[in-house]
């Protein structure tokens, strides 16, 4: 058990007696009480539980909180606060991506992750970086819309 | 307080004492009017008016002075759009600004039964199917008593007003809106009967709406069933015996109690609880028991073997569900006979979001419950019994479901939670792991089919005979009274023996499994095992017979019209006939009644004998559309669920377990291997047909259909494997 810093979302956070192995996925839903990002297999195949790790996309339930020490952590409740939707939130919002949900803050921090990278991305691109996270609802052809609307120029 | 918890759980509704009043005055007809008149609204009845704060003139609408129009749906949000569905009839009469509507979940209560049961459900295709009218008659009443208010305020008469998003308009020019009419409008009376627009009137019902649900869940701000948060809350992971109706023999909890967010152990239906401050104590507290168990019955069940008790039960006289005719003799003096034989494995539900359920007893003995449940009412019974109190002291919240396709029916993980709670003294949120939820049931039923059909020398179907072969889904659930009757299951037999088509010769029969491996209805349960049968069956008769398999179709359905135009509109919009060299065509249809739906795959199979589909293209007629959009949706979706059940999905056992335990060796269809699904809505005026499920069941029968036409084989086996 031992002391943790992190910053989520631009906040920093001190975590006393937190066992080192626990997922950043355990800490940011229980711990911080940031529920947006989701448990889906606790495994790193579901991609449910994507957040930003110094920007780049990583599946929190297979990261220990030892390893994220000191690092800056995006989930998708800092990705547009109570401002004005993310671009690629406003593109799903737009094409009515969303069915049930639960896995779509995963997708939409892959998205983003991907676009910032690649911003006009090619469909191999889309479905490399897109294919670890899975939607039992079967909203794939509209995430790949919305990857496609989100990556326009404005 | 977690902001989830205080922003988006329903609130109990407690009656005003002018609504309680109101209510007494007689319920007209086509107008709902519910409360929950149970001990916490009585003693919030006050003795004396108290001043309205809100507009509610029935249990589905509420409108408040800072014009936020709420919606309450009967039904749960599990991502088949109907919080939008129903949003949209209740606002299409109200005039309602669509951006001022959101929805959330009733509570339970006797006005919120579906009228096929007497109890709340969601389920079947059936949500808006069966309350379309009722919300718009609640929108239209609200609306009423709105312009009444203006009219009162302007001493105009209410007929000379207009009303639209959200504020009535006269021919003056005053405008007022909702939000500053809606407590004028609580002190009147609800009226008697309501008029409902004409179609031709429509501005939101028939057009592609923006989900009510969407910017919630784009912001990750949806709560579904495993984000509840109380104060004082323990999460609990459950341990369960490795094979269906092991028990528990011993435990050595030593080790877990170490954790240091563990604070108890506790027993629970069958297994042995991990009760901790949070979800990752629990867990590792649970892989830390070291459990001793009994062996049950099923201790030896291998997948290989079971097919011979299927085999077996298949050959004898089953129950007969339906007869006509003479079959046995029509089929020998049939010149063309077809007979073949369909096996089903089990599968998952493998909804995203793991089962779970959240349960508090308090020390007043009464139960507050929150679960992302397709049947509250049978969870508030089940919850109270649990609890040994009645069930008028259980509230029961209905969170989102993060994917159900049935398994949240199950009417097995509440009661659970409400035991931990009751032995904790403490609420408890009960979470299954990947691997529980994977390897706990409740699954598709495994199911063998034989199918025998003799058709004259046209191709047209004299004699038709199915067996069925399975464990019933609904035999031990809340809807077996309705469902189970006479030793059949009537969800899984009658998508056999109600052909679409007439055959003067048949006989269904049901050979029931017995009970074992929980079993339960996945999406689409009855068409999702017939149509893969009798959709491949039909495609052996046609090309026996000689005759285009669109043409085959048409010439059985030649008596119904909307069934002609949706295979006629599929053969053209689909190219059938027309593909490039390597890609293979296959096609799938199903006359539901109200809801007609025909699907042609376009695929190729590679060197290894993998199947890819390249493009679906899908045709439904459904009635009149509530939601283009929302169709579109459903439509799409039925077509991926199903399409990676058919290609990828098997739960199998070994020495009694589940071998699958998570998405490595339980594949589902990712965003690479998921065709474009190109949909085409026949506009109709018939009433509102189901679409939650139905594009689920033709996917597989399409595949298998396209794989012949590439290879000559037919398979009659799920998962769908090409050889190569």
């Known amino acids: ?132 996270n899975l939607c039992r609802c079967g909203t794939y052809e509209r995430i790949r819309a919305a990857i496609k609307r989100a990556a326009e120029p404005s | 307080m977690n902001w989830a918890t205080v922003r988006s759980l329903p609130n109990v509704f407690t009656p005003t004492r002018r609504e309680f009043l109101r209510a007494g005055a007689g319920v007209a007809a086509g107008l709902l009017i519910g409360f929950r008149i149970g001990p916490r609204a009585r003693a919030a009845t006050p003795a004396q008016d108290e001043p309205p704060s809100r507009f509610s003139p029935n249990a589905f609408v509420r ?12 039904f749960i949000e599990m991502g088949q759009g109907v919080f939008t569905a129903v949003a949209a009839c209740v606002a299409e009469e109200l005039d309602a600004d669509w951006a001022d509507v959101s929805v959330e979940h009733s509570p339970t209560g006797p006005e919120f039964a579906h009228p096929w049961f007497g109890f709340q459900m969601t389920g079947g295709s059936s949500s808006v199917v069966t309350s379309h009218r009722a919300m718009r008659e609640a929108g239209a009443a609200a609306r009423a008593m709105i312009v009444a208010a203006a009219a009162a305020r302007w001493d105009l008469p209410g007929e000379s007003l207009r009303t639209e998003s959200s504020s009535v308009f006269a021919p003056d020019g005053r405008r007022a809106s ?60 459950l341990v369960r015996p490795p094979d269906f109706g092991g028990r528990l023999k011993t435990f050595d909890a030593a080790s877990a109690r170490l954790i240091p967010g563990v604070r108890r ?134 969170t989102l479901a993060g994917g159900s396709f049935g398994r949240k029916s199950g009417e097995d993980f509440v009661p659970l939670a409400v035991e931990l709670s009751r032995v904790a003294g403490a609420p408890v949120k009960l979470v299954w792991r990947r691997e529980d939820d994977m390897r706990g049931g409740f699954y598709r039923p495994r ?95 046609a090309v026996g017979s000689g005759l285009d398999p669109f043409d085959c179709r048409l010439g059985l359905h030649a008596h119904r019209p909307r069934a002609i135009k949706v295979l006629q509109t599929l053969r053209e919009r689909s190219g059938w006939g027309v593909c490039p060299p390597g890609r293979y065509q296959g096609v799938a ?33 459904c009635g009149f559309v509530i939601n283009p959009d929302g169709v579109r949706a459903q439509m799409m979706s039925g077509v991926i669920f199903g399409l990676s059940a058919a290609l990828r999905e098997e739960i199998t056992f070994r020495g009694g377990q589940v071998v699958q335990s998570n998405f490595h060796d339980y594949p589902i269809l990712r965003l690479p291997d998921a065709p474009p699904v190109d949909v085409h809505i026949i506009p109709s005026d018939a009433p509102p047909g189901g679409v939650g499920e139905p594009s689920t069941s033709l996917i597989a029968p399409a595949v298998a259909n396209a794989v012949f036409r590439a290879t000559g084989r037919r398979l009659r086996s799920l998962p769908l494997r090409s050889p190569s």
């Open chain 1, 1 to 132: 058990m031992s002391t943790h810093h992190l910053t989520v979302n631009g906040v920093e956070h001190t975590l006393h007696g937190v066992d080192p192995s626990t997922p950043l996925l355990w800490v940011l839903r229980d711990l911080l009480g940031l529920k947006g990002t989701k448990y889906g297999c606790g495994m790193a195949l579901c991609g449910a539980c994507t957040v930003h790790l110094n920007g780049a996309p990583v599946r929190s339930c297979s990261l220990p909180i030892a390893a994220v020490a000191g690092q800056r952590i995006l989930t998708i409740e800092g990705l547009s606060s109570d401002g004005p939707l993310h671009r690629v939130q406003a593109a799903w919002h737009e094409l009515n991506v969303v069915q049930c949900g639960y896995c779509q803050p995963g997708q939409i921090m892959s998205a983003v992750a991907l676009l910032h990278q690649t911003p006009h991305p090619s469909d191999a691109e889309i479905e490399q970086a897109m294919a670890g």
């Open chain 2, 63 to 74: 409108i408040t002075p800072d014009g936020k129009v709420t919606v309450v749906s009967k």
């Open chain 2, 178 to 237: 909702y939000g500053e009419l809606c407590l004028a409008a609580s002190a009147l009376p609800v009226p008697g009967a309501v008029r409902l627009k004409d179609t031709s009137a429509f501005r939101l019902l028939g057009q592609p709406l923006p989900r009510v649900d969407s910017l919630d869940k784009v912001r990750g701000r949806g709560v579904f069933g495993i984000d509840v948060d109380l104060p004082g809350l323990l999460t609990a992971v």
């Open chain 2, 265 to 398: 152990i506790a027993l629970a239906g069958d297994g042995v609880a991990v009760l901790a401050t949070d979800f990752w104590s629990a867990r590792r507290g649970a892989e830390l028991l070291r459990v001793d168990w009994h062996p049950g019955p099923l201790a030896a069940l291998d997948s290989s073997t079971q097919r011979a008790e299927f085999a077996t039960r298949i050959q004898g006289a089953g129950t007969v569900a339906k007869e006509s005719g003479q079959v046995e003799d029509a089929f020998a003096a049939a010149p063309m006979q077809f007979e073949a034989e369909y096996e089903y494995p089990y599968v998952a539900h493998a909804c995203l979001e793991p089962v779970n359920a959240t349960a508090h007893v308090k020390p007043d003995g009464s139960v507050e419950v929150w679960a992302p449940t397709q049947v509250p009412d049978a969870d508030r019974a089940a919850a109270a019994r649990v609890a040994g109190v009645n069930p008028d002291r259980v509230a029961l919240h209905v």
């Open chain 2, 447 to 541: 199911t063998l089919v034989r199918l025998r059909v003799g058709c004259d020398s046209r191709g047209h179907p004299v004699s038709w005979e199915s067996r069925v072969a399975s464990a019933s889904i609904t035999k031990n659930t809340t809807f077996g009274p309705a469902i189970f009757r006479d030793g059949i299951d009537h969800a899984q037999i009658d998508s056999f023996s109600r052909l679409s088509f007439p055959v003067e010769h048949q006989r269904h029969t049901w050979h029931m499994m017995p009970d074992g491996v929980p079993v339960l209805a996945w999406r689409d349960p009855g068409p999702v095992i017939a149509c893969f049968a009798t959709e491949t069956l039909l495609d052996e008769v």
């Open chain 2, 589 to 621: 249809f199903r006359d539901g009644g109200s809801t007609i739906v025909g699907e042609v795959v376009e695929l190729s199979i590679d060197d290894t004998g993998e199947i890819r589909v390249h493009h679906v293209t899908l045709v439904v007629d």
